[in-house]
């Protein structure tokens, strides 16, 4: 198993109380951290606004993240859970991710999805089409960059984007363009877009939705033709570990102390106990961590990427899970 990490980076409320003078120097922080270590990839959000509110609080762009961090950094590969296809002209994406991954010596990757933050996409005038239309987007702007990737130039009369002669030169460094991760578990659209063009997939983590969506998406690929053992399976986890449960408890009232003043009672006690619920199979002692991933291993998710909530403010649960769990499993 690889394991990615989440660089915080205030779309979950998780840079607050520290200045924006400052924000850089925790992320890169983290980020140096993460490459100097034994994780195969660092992560960021592509969204504008906080989560589950917008807010006044800071959050700070995936893109020009990723340019800064293939610049900082020298080993880790660089990616975003997930770039929405609808923010950007998939042409231009294609052209900046190429520029990405030139800079970061081929470490760059596209994780890609048809987007869902209703507030975001008014707010920035992107309209909010139903699911049908963001899925039809995200199909023909992977079409795009696939051919933009492979060949140089980019055309394509579609029902959502047209190009014509799009030029993106230098072509990334990887041979065939970034690893295309595609986010989600839509099971008549999205995972079968997954199986004719993803390198990697992430969707539901859970013991049984993973298995389900497994099953799912290789009943795609034997339609569509390709293979799905090729297929790299994702998930995402957060994360609260201790060696004993007072600590994991201790690290979720800090949490919620933290996250109170911007969410609200109601919502807090939501968010929080969404760590405690049966899915959270990274909250608990590093053996309890170890025992629930290995089932997952076994049920062939072979990449997991964690979220870390108080990263910004202590490396400590970090720290365990780097001694105690990953050597278990990677």
């Known amino acids: 198993m690889k394991f990615g990490l989440f660089i915080p980076q205030g779309w979950r409320f998780d840079l607050t109380g520290i200045e924006p003078s400052e924000h850089w120097a925790v992320m890169n922080g983290l980020a140096q951290h993460a490459d100097a270590g034994a994780w195969d990839s660092i992560w960021v959000y592509d969204h504008y606004h906080t989560t589950p509110v917008p807010s006044a609080e800071a959050t700070h762009e995936a893109w020009t993240l990723m340019a800064a961090f293939a610049a900082s950094t020298s080993r880790v590969k660089l990616g975003q859970m997930c770039t929405c296809m609808s923010y950007r002209n998939p042409a231009h994406l294609a052209k900046v991710a190429a520029t990405v991954d030139v800079i970061s010596g081929g470490r760059a990757q596209m994780g890609i999805g ?5 507030h975001e996409w008014r707010a920035y005038g992107h309209g909010f089409p139903r699911p049908g239309v963001r899925l039809g987007m995200l199909d023909e702007g992977v079409q795009i960059m696939r051919q933009a ?3 140089g130039v980019a055309t394509l009369d579609g029902k959502y984007y047209q190009v014509d002669g799009a030029i993106v030169r230098p072509l990334p460094l990887q041979d065939g363009g970034l690893p295309l991760w595609i986010a989600g578990g839509g099971e008549k659209v999205t995972l079968r ?11 539901d983590g859970s013991p049984d939705g993973f298995v389900h969506k497994s099953k799912v998406l290789a009943g795609h690929c034997a339609d569509v033709g390709t293979d799905f053992g090729a297929i790299t399976r994702s998930a995402d986890y957060n ?10 408890d201790d690290r979720l009232r800090i949490l919620a102390e933290r996250s ?3 969410l609200g009672a109601e919502r807090t006690e939501n968010m929080v106990g969404g760590y405690r619920n049966d899915a959270s199979l990274a909250v ?9 991933l290995t089932a997952m291993k076994a049920a062939g998710l072979t990449y997991a990427i964690f979220y870390f909530p108080e990263a910004a403010y202590d490396r400590s649960g970090i720290e365990l899970f780097e001694r105690e769990v990953i050597p278990h499993l990677s």
């Open 193 to 203: 877009i997954a199986a004719k063009y993803a390198t990697h997939t992430n969707f």
């Open 260 to 262: 109170l003043p911007h």
């Open 114 to 118: 048809g987007g869902w933050y209703e």
């Open 284 to 292: 608990g002692t590093p053996e309890q961590i170890v025992e629930r």
């Open 239 to 248: 994360v609260a570990i201790g060696t004993t449960q007072a600590e994991v």
């Open 149 to 151: 990737w492979t060949e």
